[in-house]
């Protein structure tokens, strides 16, 4: 791969120059790559990169494999410095964030989300369907809004059986092993909120994870989709953990490629069952619709005019989203223990990149408390 890839066919010149325009203000970016040196600068609605120039504002120092994964979608910035592979030589993390979105258009033609931009072709991004809906249209609104939620797919009697096997993996699961992940909470106290592999321990949530309802769901935008219980964490189960707590538990505003495997992985689609069903109180799944496959600008938040979604579920329901759609799981503003069981169907390419026990998460698993200070940055976008 030569140093810095041609732009991409598919992109705007006019949209990129725009974008570069937006972040002429933080100054240039210097990458430092084992011995090469190159500045990403802004003149006027121009991006201008030059090899051999130092003069950055902001500058960065990574190896040549780092920035090969950075350009080609496979690392971000967040997932980079979480694994040690980027040094910050002047600036901060927020510089970083800032060029971001502009750096994944001219590398890869990934275009920024912009809300003016966003056409729902009249659907409601608030719609809920029956299981009874046919494929077609399930298909048109997950491809449309990044999302989708689809009611009463499972009968009560099935998540009431999946819930007793959650609670036999519960009280099995411990600090450390590897596979569940835990928070602190308001006490002090460690407290589940995932469990990993979850069906490799479990016939009965294998049985639920290879169920053909499932895998209607989990295909609608692809047919060669395919799960991976074996890698990636395989099928989780989230547990909402009530209070303020400390670690991952809720998870701001992210895209699940948020540290990295956007090239490998995207647009995989997760199928979350829902064991308790959601609302505010027990922590619910919220979306920006139409955000999928497009990189959100920093401090987008701060936007008014940027569409929000809370998806309120009832036992049973399913949603479905496209994982790099925007999409967060605030803290519960009541009791908590919302359960979620998440059944991800991934392009061919995952089994190419990723082993057996394997997953981008595995930065992540162990060091939540790192994470969680990187996360007080607005702009750090982590997966879930
Ligand atoms: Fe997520």
Redesign the pocket.
Known sequence: MTLVPQIPDTVDRDLLGKEAAEVAATGGLTFYIDDETLTYSVDGSTVRCEVGKDTGATAVRLSRRAWDDLVGQMRTFVGLLLGDELQMERGGFEQLADWEPVLRYRHAGIPPYDPSRADFEGRDPAGAFSVDTDDAELAAQLRVMGYLHVTGVFTTEEMDAANREVDRLALLARPGDDQSWWVTDEDGSPALCRLVYATLRSPQLAALEGDLRVRRLGTLLDPTLAIAPDRMEGTPVLIKVPGRTSGLSN?PW???CGTGGHAVFCPAV?VGIQLTGSNAETGNLRVVPGSHGQALKYHWQDRTDVPVVSIDTSPGDVTV?I?DVM?A?PRPTGEGQRRTMYVTHYPSALWDHIGPGEALNDLVRNRTEQVADLQRSPSASL??
């Open positions: 998870i992210h895209q699940d997760s989203h994982q999409h799981s997966p879930a």
